[in-house]
């Protein structure tokens, strides 16, 4: 028997912000009615604050709470700040959620994010945002897509199918997925293994080295094994900047992390 907060209960026995916003200035849908979940929020942003949204939800009580708490989470927050918000934070909302629940606070994290990124995409719309951002459907029962399975996997740190299933319900329905998905997670958790072995050196070989001299860096993206950093501080505006860069922060990423490895300016 699964445990529900009291928390969770309320919000769904008593949703807030439940309904359309017609002339809304983004909107994020997500899931489908036809595989079992789906939501769909609306928000109304005035110079870069959340000043009001709505929420659509076909599902279970856990998906009604999920939306309603991220609903009441995000009202009055500034793009910036709601942007941060990760469904671990509408699960802490809520008391927790049950395991077997955790997609539905994953449901409305990716919808915000859908949202958001409409609003930026200026007409792009949110299919266009949705098949540009989140890859091929590995999941076909529920219509999981590859970039969201990631997405999770990162975000929550999971390390099983099980999990993976758990979180966004790919791998729930035939089965057919599970094999895919078990490369996505050892593909993934290679990624981000690789990742920290990269922010550790950064933090406890590089960084230091460079604000002796009033220089610093940053870590804008990593991609498979090439690093994208940005120089700042003192670092930034020097001449040899590029020199930095190569001859002393990829030499000594090399050495530590892979010899692979290739530093990129981001």
């Known amino acids: 028997m ?23 200035d983004a909107v994020g849908e997500v899931g489908s009615i036809a595989c079992g979940d ?30 309603s708490a991220l609903t009441e989470m995000i009202k009055g927050k500034t793009i910036e700040e709601a942007r941060k918000i990760t469904n671990k934070d509408i699960a802490e909302y809520l008391g927790g959620l049950p395991p077997q ?4 606070s994953v449901m409305g ?24 951002d989140e890859g091929r459907i590995v999941c076909h029962c529920f219509g999981v897509p590859e970039g969201l399975i990631k997405k999770a996997i990162v975000e929550n740190d999971l390390k099983s199918v099980e999990e993976i299933t758990n979180y966004t319900k790919a791998g729930g329905g035939c089965g057919s997925c599970l094999m895919d998905l078990e490369e996505i997670l050892k593909e993934t958790r290679r990624e981000m293994e690789f990742e ?31 690093v994208y950093l940005k120089l700042k501080g003192m670092c930034a505006h020097c001449p040899s900047s590029t020199y930095t860069l190569k001859a002393f922060v990829e030499a000594k990423l090399k050495e530590s992390v892979s010899e692979n490895l290739e530093v990129l300016e981001g």
């Open 101 to 104: 629940k955790m997609h539905c």
């Open 196 to 226: 920290n072995k990269v922010k550790k050196c950064i933090e406890s070989e590089i960084r230091p080295m460079l604000m002796r001299d009033g220089g610093d860096v940053e870590i804008v993206k990593v991609e498979g094994e090439k």
């Open 2 to 24: 699964w445990e529900y907060s009291e928390k969770l209960k309320d919000h769904f026995f008593n949703p807030r912000n439940v309904g359309r916003i017609d002339d809304a």
């Open 38 to 67: 789906a939501l769909k929020i609306y928000l109304k942003i005035r110079d870069g604050v959340i000043v009001d949204v709505k929420f659509e939800t076909f599902g279970c009580g856990s998906a009604i709470a999920s939306a």
């Open 109 to 132: 994290w990716e919808a915000l994010d859908v949202a958001l990124k409409s609003y930026e995409g200026k007409g792009k719309g949110v299919e266009h945002v949705e098949k540009e």
